[in-house]
């Protein structure tokens, strides 16, 4: 992919660095600038807002992101980083999630974990973009199971999803769009369906309504007093 046009140089060569997974062309890059260019955060950024962390995110650049936020010399750089949003409000987790790049999920979700930042890993999963969705919901709405199972869901198991902008939890997306293994997974890793907020009524309705035989006998199976 060629870069996005409006890069002025000196950004050019930070972005091709985190295009190619490069962090010492990174570093060189930002050593041979006298000024950056800055937004609210202090960060250099693309004109659609999104940083060195959200073009490595991805494309997919594990060992860029893994040097990035846990080097030991980045940790104010990596706290930057981690919680910037693009002009859209997307973070770098809600862009690794989209891209079902689980290992580099992985890493964020670490990392934010070693920072010293006062926001935790359920503020980092629960951040949504400017249409309410959370990286979950991203997630879910591509089938990347190993995402949703490993990385998100079990990092939160407690937190009931919001509905985005479309009136969509991710557990509505799995039924809607038929993702039988990441709706197992929602349902039986969230407590909230056993402790009274109920969205299992609802998602078998959705089943029955495109003929998810598989779907509906899975939740008349495993949840039969929530209908």
């Known amino acids: 992919m060629e870069p996005a046009m409006g890069i002025d140089l000196m950004k050019l060569a930070l972005y091709k660095a985190a295009v190619e997974g490069k962090p010492e062309d990174y570093y060189k890059a930002l050593g041979q600038q006298s000024t950056m260019a800055v937004e609210d955060d202090g960060l250099q950024v693309m004109p659609n807002g999104n940083t060195v962390l959200h073009v490595a995110a991805l494309y997919g650049r594990q060992h860029f992101v893994e040097n990035i936020l846990l080097g030991k010399d980045n940790h104010a750089a990596a706290l930057c980083l981690l919680f910037a949003q693009n002009k859209k409000n997307k973070s770098a987790l809600h862009c690794a999630a989209k891209e079902d790049h689980a290992n580099i999920v992985s890493i964020i979700i670490s990392a934010t974990k070693n920072v010293k930042s006062g926001v935790g890993v359920r503020e980092m999963v629960q951040m949504t973009d400017n ?78 309504r495109h003929g998810n035989v598989e779907m509906m006998k899975y939740i008349s199976n495993s949840f039969p007093d929530c209908l």
């Open 131 to 208: 249409m309410m969705n959370t990286a979950l919901h991203k997630a879910v709405r591509m089938g990347h199971l190993e995402v949703v199972k490993d990385l998100l869901v079990e990092e939160d198991d407690e937190f009931v999803y919001p509905p985005n902008n479309a009136g969509e939890t991710p557990i509505y997306l799995a039924a809607r769009l038929g993702f039988l293994d990441c709706l197992q997974q929602l349902l039986n890793t969230y407590k909230y369906p056993k402790n009274g907020y109920n969205e299992v009524a609802t998602v078998f309705h959705i089943a029955a």
